[in-house]
């Protein structure tokens, strides 16, 4: 089955700086790879996500790098605010098949 | 908000006893699916039902089990609880497109097992 790996475990950044979080997947048929954000005591919320016919997807400030022959993927936001300190999540499929995802990233801005 | 509901919020219960969490899926979405997810372990799917039907089973253990009812809402069964079953349980409904999956998370039931 699918394995994703993330990096880093957590993550700490001035206000202002760049984040990038990577992930790397295992299965080369994986089309679809969504990043979610998770605050504290609330369900993870669907960021944004990029399909493998894609290379790069943005939005504002985050966007989302695909390197298919690596098989690997990953996150960026720009100019960080307080209010991105959250756990950050990435994950892989294939089709419609069920999501597996990666063990998640504490990214904490501070002021 | 992701317009998927789940009903309780939190639940404290005791080693042995049984409970059944609640999920409402987005209008128009199909699929549920249950995700366990506890400080060590991330999330870990449990288990996918489709339209009434299962269409994938994870990490399930037999003591737990789901279904899905005619009006897509779905109640995941806990039973013979365990201390370490205590974890967020979360919810997520999605509308099945052929080509990708993308799904939206429910608040999750936070289950307490003393």
């Known amino acids: 089955g699918e394995n994703v790996e993330q990096h880093p475990s957590t993550l700490s950044v001035q206000e202002g700086d760049s984040a990038v979080i990577k992930c790397t997947y295992s299965d080369s048929a994986s089309n679809y790879f969504p990043w979610y954000k998770q605050e504290l005591g609330k369900g993870p919320q669907l960021i944004i996500d990029i399909r493998s016919n894609v290379g790069e997807k943005k939005d504002q400030r985050i966007a989302v790098t695909l390197n298919k022959t690596a098989k690997h993927f990953s996150l960026h936001i720009t100019e960080t605010q307080p209010e991105d300190s959250a756990v950050y999540f990435c994950?892989?499929?294939?089709?419609?098949?069920?999501?597996?995802f990666g063990k998640g990233t504490m990214l904490l801005v501070s002021p | 908000d992701s317009g998927v509901t789940q009903t309780p919020k939190h639940l404290i219960t005791a080693t042995g006893q049984r409970v059944t969490l609640r999920c409402s899926p987005r209008?128009?979405?199909?699929?549920v699916y249950w995700y366990q997810q506890s400080l060590d372990q991330g999330l870990q799917f449990l288990i996918q039902?489709?339209?009434?039907?299962?269409?994938a089973k994870g990490n399930i253990l037999e003591r737990f089990s789901a279904q899905q009812f005619p009006d897509l809402h779905s109640e995941l069964n806990l039973s013979s609880l365990e201390l370490g079953d205590s974890a967020l349980y979360f919810c997520a409904s999605s509308r099945d497109r052929r080509s990708y999956n993308e799904q939206f998370f429910g608040p999750g039931t936070r289950l307490t097992v003393l």
């Open positions: 994950a892989a499929s294939k089709g419609y098949s069920t999501l597996t």
């Open positions: 039902y489709y339209n009434g039907e299962e269409r």
């Open positions: 209008s128009g979405d199909l699929s």
